[in-house]
């Protein structure tokens, strides 16, 4: 029995060794399945998280939680390189400066000007002015430390939008050849039709004077001249049509006739400019009006061959002070009528003026047979040196050798002089005024004017059928003007009023 068991007993036990060894080699198996799958998936993971590296960021970046590392990886994978993002070429701004909105400074440089002085930029600014005129408010610039070589052009408006400013830093030059200008160009740079418009800035507009036109040549050459040089000579810089015009800070200088004309134009501001001619260009005014209203122009220095500043029919409200003028003709309204035309003038005041080495002072003329008026006029303050004729009226204004006489005339009424003093070379006074239709209101204040040299013969204050009065004693004395109003006094038709 006890035999029996033992051996019953060795061989349960064997059976269970045999039971449990295998289950052990089970087990291990089954463990290195695992183990192998698990690297191998880690490695797939990892291989997959560097083939999706230019896209699974995007997930960070929208609320996805960012992938961790394996736990027991002993070689990291290398990612691939990411591709180079492309990135879109950016076009310059068309014609001017400023991204992604609307440029409102438009440079001629960028247009293809090439301020050489030599090629012709002409083209440039007009392209420059057609993408201005499209903005409001837009400005053109013409930089500094440049010459443009321009030849005549026509800024126009009436579909240009408002307030546009010419800002001129540079210089500006007429071209000297004669076929840039064709037959009868009557001005080089002209702004017209316009609401708010300023040139500005520190530049030059230079006309290049008679290298621009001839004025005559001389017979031997002129056969070979002709047909070569224009026939009229340009104003530099007109205004036409215009509202609300302001030039201000440049110079122009040696303009072949007008230097800054204004004509049909409201609302004009002038200053802090300069003209600069020789005293003997003939035409070259420095500022001409006509037909422009509400004008004011102060603070500047004009040198010309010709009236300073010359006011002409359709004027009204013209405001002139403190400018310098010489050599030049002086300040003038007129001439007025001619070809017996209608002339219309009134409220104009010019005062705190210094003239030096001027033909005139201030001065009225007219022509016989014209019709119109002028009314309300002021001179006062005027220093005047070496000044041929420092007050003048002249009704028999005549510019050719012989003109008729007629017995129509421009009435003159309401002219004062006051404060008006300095030296003179000729004559102190010369009122020549309408037989039929006499000056009228003309008064007299505070005048002292003095010859330059006493050794020298010189004529005496002059005055035919002019009347008014003298508030204060004038030196000279200025006996010939009559006090009051003549008897028989023309009254003007309705026709011939204003």
């Known amino acids: 029995m006890g035999g029996i068991s033992f051996r019953s007993f060795t061989f349960m036990v064997l059976i269970a060794l045999l039971v449990w060894c295998s289950s052990i080699e089970t087990c291990i198996a089954r463990r290195g399945k695992h183990w192998r799958q698990s690297r191998y998936a ?282 310098n003028c010489g050599p030049g003709h002086g300040i003038s309204i007129g001439s007025l009528g001619k070809d017996n035309t209608k002339a219309c003038v009134s409220n104009i005041t010019v005062r705190d003026i210094i003239m030096r080495n001027t033909m005139n002072g201030v001065r009225i003329k007219t022509w016989q047979g014209g019709s119109g008026s002028v009314q309300g006029v002021l001179f006062s303050n005027i220093q005047v040196s070496e000044v041929q004729l420092p007050i003048v009226i002249d009704q028999f204004y005549c510019d050719k050798r012989t003109c008729s006489n007629e017995t129509a005339a421009v009435a003159l009424s309401g002219i004062t002089y006051e404060k008006i003093r300095g030296t003179y070379t000729v004559k102190p006074v010369h009122f020549a005024c309408s037989d039929s239709l006499p000056c009228i209101g003309v008064t007299l204040t505070a005048i002292e004017l003095k010859p330059l040299q006493e050794r020298y013969h010189l004529y005496d204050p002059f005055c035919w059928q002019t009347f008014g009065e003298l508030t204060t004693p004038t030196v000279p004395p200025i006996g010939c003007l009559q006090i009051g109003k003549p008897a028989n006094n023309r009254v003007q038709s309705d026709h011939d009023a204003c």
């Not at 997959?48 to 929208?62: D, I, Q, T, V, W």
């Not at 201005?132 to 443009?148: D, L, Q």
Request: with cysteine; charged share 15%.
């Open 42 to 323: 880690t490695a797939s993971l990892s291989k997959k998280k560097g083939s999706s590296h230019g896209h699974g960021h995007r997930n960070y970046h929208n609320g996805g939680s960012k992938p961790k590392p394996p736990p027991h990886s002993h070689k990291a994978t290398p990612s691939p390189k990411p591709k180079e993002e492309v990135t879109p070429s950016v076009p310059p701004p068309h014609k001017g400066y400023g991204y992604g909105q609307q440029s409102t400074v438009f440079n001629v440089l960028n247009f293809g000007a090439k301020g050489d002085g030599e090629t012709d930029d002409t083209k440039a600014f007009q392209d420059a002015w057609a993408a201005a005129c499209k903005v409001e408010a837009s400005t053109v610039v013409v930089p500094s430390k440049s010459v443009f070589l321009v030849g005549p052009i026509s800024f126009s408006g009436p579909y240009c939008q408002a307030n546009i400013v010419f800002q001129l830093d540079g210089t500006i030059i007429a071209p000297t050849d004669s076929r840039p200008w064709g037959k009868g160009i009557l001005q080089w740079l002209e702004f017209s039709k316009l609401k708010g418009i300023t040139i500005q800035g520190k530049g030059i507009i230079d006309g290049r004077g008679s290298g621009t036109v001839q004025e005559r040549p001389p017979m031997p050459v002129r056969n070979e001249l002709s047909g070569k040089m224009p026939s009229i000579k340009p104003t530099a810089l007109r205004f036409y049509g215009s509202f609300n015009a302001t030039v201000t800070g440049i110079t122009i200088q040696n303009s072949p006739q007008c230097h800054l004309k204004f004509d049909n134009c409201m609302g004009i501001v002038v200053h802090d400019i300069t003209v600069s001619s020789p005293g003997d260009s003939p035409n070259t005014d420095g500022i001409h009006l006509q037909n422009s209203n509400d004008v004011l122009i102060h603070s500047s220095d004009l040198a010309c061959g010709d009236d300073c500043v010359s006011i002409q029919t359709g004027c009204s409200n013209v405001y002139i002070h403190n400018v």
